[in-house]
T-cell receptor, first 109, second 114 residues
């Protein structure tokens, strides 16, 4: 089993819709969680950290469920510019990050 | 300010040759990471540096891979006797040691081994 698992998609969503992705992780001792975004043939960039109480940044909401060992990302009022691959990232208590393989999202006009 | 830079941006080499990839991190970032991303795949951790030391080399795929860092700045990833399966994008990232969850990536070096 992979340490960080994501549905690869693709998710094809009409502009303006709401879309959500989940990510599961294997280690209950995981300490910190992030969502990164990677555009086609570009480098990953941090989208947001995920806090235990959940957090929001504009149209983006991240949630953490430690009991079920998953994190989620919700995008409201999706824009064409949201088309990208979204990477779930977990720190397992050491000094490195473990990346999921990503969920590909395409927003359709 | 300047971000993470990598060179070369593209490298085509013949099987069996050695290649050296360079990463210039953001000034002041003591942590530096190397990843590999094969086409259509996720990021594969290779190695990280804390200052000039590499506490965890477990991700290096084989003894053909090595990396070093000097002056808590520039890092080089060397692949000896390249194989076709080494073809990938090699990404470097840096971060403040206290904020290693926030990694800033360079644009990558696209390596093609013929």
């Amino acid at each position: 089993r992979k340490e960080v698992e994501q549905d690869p998609g693709p998710f094809n969503v009409p502009e303006g819709a709401t879309v959500a992705f989940n990510c599961t992780y294997s280690n209950s001792a995981s300490q910190s969680f992030f969502w990164y975004r990677q555009d086609c043939r570009k480098e990953p960039k941090l989208l947001m950290s995920v806090y235990s109480s959940g957090n929001e940044d504009g149209r983006f909401t991240a949630q953490l469920n430690r009991a079920s060992q998953y994190i989620s990302l919700l995008i409201r009022d999706s824009k064409l510019s949201d088309s990208a691959t979204y990477l779930c990232v977990v720190n397992f208590g050491n000094e490195k990050l473990t990346f999921g393989t990503g969920t590909r999202l395409t927003i359709i006009p | 300010g300047a971000g993470v830079s990598q060179s070369p941006s593209n490298k085509v080499t013949e099987k069996g040759k050695d290649v050296e990839l360079r990463c210039d991190p953001i000034s002041g970032h003591t942590a530096l990471y190397w990843y590999r991303q094969r086409l259509g795949q996720g990021l594969e951790f290779l190695i990280y540096f804390q200052g000039n030391s590499a506490p965890d080399k477990s991700g290096l795929p084989s003894d053909r891979f090595s990396a070093e860092r000097t002056g808590e700045s520039v890092s080089t990833l060397t692949i000896q006797r390249t194989q076709q399966e080494d073809s990938a994008v090699y990404l470097c990232a840096s971060s403040l040691w206290t904020e290693w969850g926030t990694q800033y990536f360079g644009p990558g070096t696209r390596l093609l081994v013929l």
